[in-house]
Structure formats: C-alpha cells, structure tokens
C-alpha cells in the first residue's frame, strides 16, 4: 500500500495474525460513505478491521460546490478518518493507495505490500469521465475531491482578479465568461453560486471592471436541466437559473475545449474558467478483480452485492452496479451508497456469528433528491411531494447540515450560511497556492 502513515513492520504483524485461529479480517477500502458506514455498523464485530483510504479524510462531496465557490472553507466539509473512529477498538485506519486485489491469495495490493483479508469491501467510489477525451481535463477540471475545489475556487477568484487589469476588452470578457458543462446538480448548484459571486464582488470590491456583469453559461448536452427530477421542477431550475443571469444551453452537446473555451459544434464560446460536471467514471475496481464492469466502469454485483463467484468480496456505493427491481441502477447517490454499507455490514455480522441467515437481496429505499439554486431556491422531490423555492432551500440546507459529520462543522456551516444569507458575503474568498489564472 503506497504511503502507508504507519511503519511496514506493523503492516507485517499485523498479516502474520491470520491463521486458522486468527480473528477473522475485514478490509475496507474507501473511507467515503460507503465505506465509512460498513466500519461504523461493525464496530461490534469479533473480527480485526483495517480501513484502507488515500486519503487521511472523509469527504462530504455534496457541498465541494460550496467550496469551489468560496462559500465554505476546506475543513467545513471534511473530517479525518482517524478522529471519526477513534473510539472504534476493533479498527485500525490506513493511509496509503490501493492499486490492486490478489483474489485467489485474499490480499489487497499497493507498492508491492499485502493487506491480507477474509472478508473484502471495495467502496472507492468514481471519478470525473470526459467521454473519450481526457484531454479537456486540463482546462475544464471536475468537481471530486477537496483539491478539485481548492483549484476550482482559484480559478474563478483569479479570473475576476486578472480582469481587473487586463487592458484588452475581449480578454476581459473572456475571463469575465464562466462555462460550466452538465446541468445536474453539480453543475446547477456550481451556475447559481458563480453567478451571485460574480454578481457581489464585481459590483462591490472591484473597481476597473465594476460596471460589467459576469456572464455564466450553463452547457447541458440533453433537454432539461436536473434530468433526474420531475419535469416542472426542471422548468423552475431553468427559470430560477435565468433569474440568477445564467445562460441555460440545453440540447449542447461540447464538441472540443481549450483554454481559451468551448465549441458547441458551430458556436464557441470564449472563456478562461470553465468547469466539467457531464460525466462520471467508477473507481478501477472492476480491472482490479478482473470482473464484469457497465459502461461507467462499475462492477457488476449479485443482489447481495458481493462480486460473482465470491461471496468474500463485497463491492459498494459508486463503484457498484446494484439492478433495482424496475430493472435500473441503484442511483450514485450518498444515501444508497449508506444504505449499501449498512446491509453489508448486518450481512457480514451474521456470517460472523455463524447464524442461519440467507440474506435477501439489497433494496434501495430511495429517500428522495435535492438540487439547490444560489443562496435562496432549491428544488426537492421526494417521491410524490415536490416542492421548490426557499422552502425548497431551507428544506435542502437543513437535511445537508444533518447529514455533515461532526457537530463543529455543523456549527459553523450553519453561521456562515445565516450569515451569507443575511449579508450576501462568501466567506472563503481566498485565493491559494499559484495566482493567476488558468492553473
Ligand atoms: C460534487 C458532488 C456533489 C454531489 N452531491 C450529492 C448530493 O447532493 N446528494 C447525494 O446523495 N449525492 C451526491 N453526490 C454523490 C455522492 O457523493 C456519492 O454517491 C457518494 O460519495 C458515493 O459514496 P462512495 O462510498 O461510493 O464513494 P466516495 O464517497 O467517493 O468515497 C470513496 C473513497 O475511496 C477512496 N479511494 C478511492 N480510490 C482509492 C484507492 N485506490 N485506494 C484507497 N482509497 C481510495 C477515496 O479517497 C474516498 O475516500 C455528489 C458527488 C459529487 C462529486
């Protein structure tokens, strides 16, 4: 395992414990929602677990946006692993990457080291798919972990500074031009915040580009923004987007992009800042165990969602291919990769205890779906009852500040919202590492 926090001995020792009258091991790898919940409903378990992440913190990707967008600051929306399950006896946590799964030896694999296991939970989750041409990366980053929205924010702040100075009128409007392609939650919520930044800190805090406007463009390739949510709450994302300033581009597919914009087949648009949230791409899994992945690289699992052929191995969450009854995937949503990690836990606490249990299969309960629109409109459908507008916004910021880890970020996030609410100010407009935009 690469860059492992703790030394190689203890890694060693710790492998020398399974034997036959070993406790039984439990490797989970991904300290995400999936995975942080399995570790947490198995707190309880006679067995030794090991939490494998590359990353020393959980992440509430829900509100990254809020970040790349200088409303909140990094630690607002991340936990360290460790803290989390310091109480958790029977789990030890491990930083380092995971790059592979030996099946037949029950070993996950990183930088030639061995993390023997019993029991496998693989939930890594996904990342940003550019359809073929990972080359609109580099100028059109997407939204994933904290570093893509640190990056993000720098991007955005320094266009509005470049513009500042800049002495040609056509740059200007090319920094002042911010594209964002994929009109699904990220990409809406990622329009509505850019817009009313743009809209506060150009009339209040600049001075040479005060009287411009920040234009913000919204690419979507199919017909309505927010597909996943009832027809006439895309209608009302759209018009609330409008009512923000924001361009909707609907039925846009992007046909290249440089850092100078983005071609929408005949149409170009000139831009510096351009943001990526069309596609996704589950975790390489699926190479790893050598099984059968979907076209976004999910592995595809039993209803009981371990990988075929070995009931030792679980997969969850994004990486996970799960048929519901209608016949379509469990939707990459943080409450179904939650309700994944929870089953497979009872499953496994079953197995420990020997008991006759045949699980049923896993069955998403689909508590609804949230999309917000700057500061004061939000859309929320939940099964039958939809709802938008600022009770739509109060709705989704209630249920984001529940589900967020830890009662200090919870205490601060709520301030800075009630403050931001009542003063229109972001307070997180710090511009980090390299100035000048692009990256
Ligand atoms: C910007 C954004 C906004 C979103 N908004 C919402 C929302 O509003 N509502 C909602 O329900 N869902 C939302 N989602 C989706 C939701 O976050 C995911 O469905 C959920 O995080 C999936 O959980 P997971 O456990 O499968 O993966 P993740 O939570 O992504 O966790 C994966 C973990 O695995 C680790 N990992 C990955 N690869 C390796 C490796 N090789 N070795 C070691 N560790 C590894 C990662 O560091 C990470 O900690 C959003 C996602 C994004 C990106």
Redesign the pocket.
């Known amino acids: 395992v690469v860059g492992l926090a703790e030394p190689e001995a203890s890694l060693a020792g710790a492998a020398a414990s399974t034997g036959p009258t070993a406790r039984h091991r439990i490797v989970i ?8 919940t399995t570790a947490k409903a198995l707190a309880r378990a006679d067995a030794d677990i090991v939490l ?4 020393n913190h ?2 509430f ?2 509100l ?2 809020q970040v790349a967008t200088a409303g909140l600051a990094p630690t607002q929306i991340a936990s360290p692993i460790r803290t989390i399950l310091r109480h958790q006896a029977n789990t030890r946590v491990v930083l ?4 592979g799964v030996d099946v037949a030896g029950k070993a996950v694999l ?1 930088q030639g080291r061995r993390v023997p296991y019993d029991t496998l939970v693989i ?4 990342t940003h798919a550019y359809f073929g041409h990972d080359e609109w990366a580099a100028a059109a980053p997407g ?3 904290l570093e893509d929205a640190v990056s993000i924010r720098r991007r955005v702040l320094s266009a509005f500074e470049a513009a500042e100075i800049a002495e040609d009128p056509a740059e200007r409007r090319r920094l002042l031009t911010f594209v964002i392609v994929g009109a699904g ?2 990409g809406v919520e990622m329009a509505g915040a850019i817009a009313e930044l743009g809209r506060r800190a150009l009339k209040a805090d600049f001075r040479a580009i005060r009287g411009e406007k920040a234009r913000v463009v919204l690419v979507e390739a199919g017909p309505r923004a927010l597909a996943a949510f009832a027809p006439e709450l895309s209608d009302y994302t759209r018009r609330a987007l409008e009512r923000l300033g924001v361009e909707v581009k609907l039925n846009a597919a992007v046909t290249a992009i440089d850092d100078g914009g983005v071609q929408l087949g005949e149409e170009r648009l000139e831009s510096r800042t351009l943001v990526w ?1 069309a596609g996704v791409r589950a ?1 390489p899994a699926a190479a790893w165990l050598g099984c059968e992945a979907d076209r976004a690289g999910r592995v595809v699992v039993e209803p009981d969602l371990t990988v075929p052929g070995h009931p030792e191995i679980f997969v ?4 996970a291919h799960v048929r519901q009854e209608d016949g379509s995937p469990v939707p ?6 939650n309700q994944e ?1 929870a089953y497979v836990a009872s499953l496994i606490l079953h197995r420990l205890r020997g008991a006759p249990y045949r699980a049923g299969p896993f069955s998403y309960n689909g508590v609804g ?3 917000t629109i700057g500061r004061a409109a939000g859309v929320v459908q939940l099964d039958s009852i939809r709802f938008n507008g600022l009770l739509g916004w109060l709705f989704w910021s209630i249920v984001h500040i529940f589900f967020l880890i830890g009662f200090r970020n919870r205490f601060t996030v709520s301030l800075d919202w009630m403050i931001s609410y009542l003063t229109f100010e972001r307070g997180a407009r710090l511009i980090t590492g390299t100035v000048g935009p692009p990256d």
């Open positions: 790898v991904g300290a995400g929602f999936g995975g942080l494998i992440d590359r990353r959980h992440l990707q829900p990254l946006y380092g990457e995971v790059e990183g939930a890594t989750g996904a939204l994933k972990t939650p990220t949230a975790s969850i969450g994004d990486t990459g949503l943080a409450p179904a990769a990690g779906i949230l999309a």
